[in-house]
């Protein structure tokens, strides 16, 4: 019963991001359509439409396997180290600077979140 639970929760995941990238195609807009299903869903979590713990158990199975995910893309940046030669140190830099982001981005996300959610209870 719980392999059925966490296979419909990753559909629900699919099906954000099938809609965002067929949003995406069809009004011909730049931003990338898995952007777009993700602020689908986090529209869908602050109206309350979808709660986060429908999600829970498939987003976690994913989170959990992220790491293996990577592992493609590293290989084919130590396959192709020649195309980036010469360009190394601002990869490095966008790099470091695109990580903060993310991280200071998800993290203040993660506590305006709980703060609402600590109010709703």
Same mark, same amino acid.
């Given at each position: 019963?719980? =392999?059925?639970?966490?296979?419909? %929760?990753? !559909?629900?995941?699919?099906?954000? #991001? #099938? =809609? &965002?990238?067929?949003?995406?195609?069809?009004?011909?807009?730049?931003?990338?359509? $898995?952007?777009?299903?993700?602020? +689908?869903? +986090? !529209?869908?979590? $602050?109206?309350?439409?979808?709660?986060? !713990?429908?999600?829970?158990? &498939? /987003?976690?199975?994913?989170?959990? %396997?992220?790491?293996?995910?990577?592992?493609?893309? /590293? !290989?084919?940046?130590?396959? %192709? /180290?020649? +195309?980036?030669? &010469?360009?190394?140190?601002?990869?490095?830099?966008?790099? #470091?600077? $695109? =990580?903060?982001?993310?991280?200071? /981005?998800?993290?203040? =996300?993660?506590? +305006?979140?709980?703060?609402?959610? $600590? %109010?709703?209870?």
């Amino acid at each position: 019963m719980q =392999t059925i639970r966490i296979v419909f %929760h990753i !559909a629900i995941l699919f099906v954000f #991001y #099938y =809609t &965002g990238v067929w949003i995406q195609e069809a009004l011909q807009l730049m931003i990338p359509g $898995s952007i777009i299903g993700m602020l +689908l869903l +986090l !529209a869908c979590f $602050s109206l309350n439409i979808v709660k986060p !713990a429908w999600l829970e158990q &498939g /987003t976690s199975l994913l989170l959990s %396997h992220m790491p293996l995910l990577f592992l493609p893309v /590293t !290989a084919g940046v130590i396959a %192709h /180290t020649s +195309l980036f030669a &010469g360009e190394g140190l601002w990869l490095v830099v966008i790099a #470091y600077v $695109s =990580t903060l982001l993310v991280l200071v /981005t998800s993290g203040w =996300t993660v506590q +305006l979140l709980l703060k609402r959610g $600590s %109010h709703d209870e």
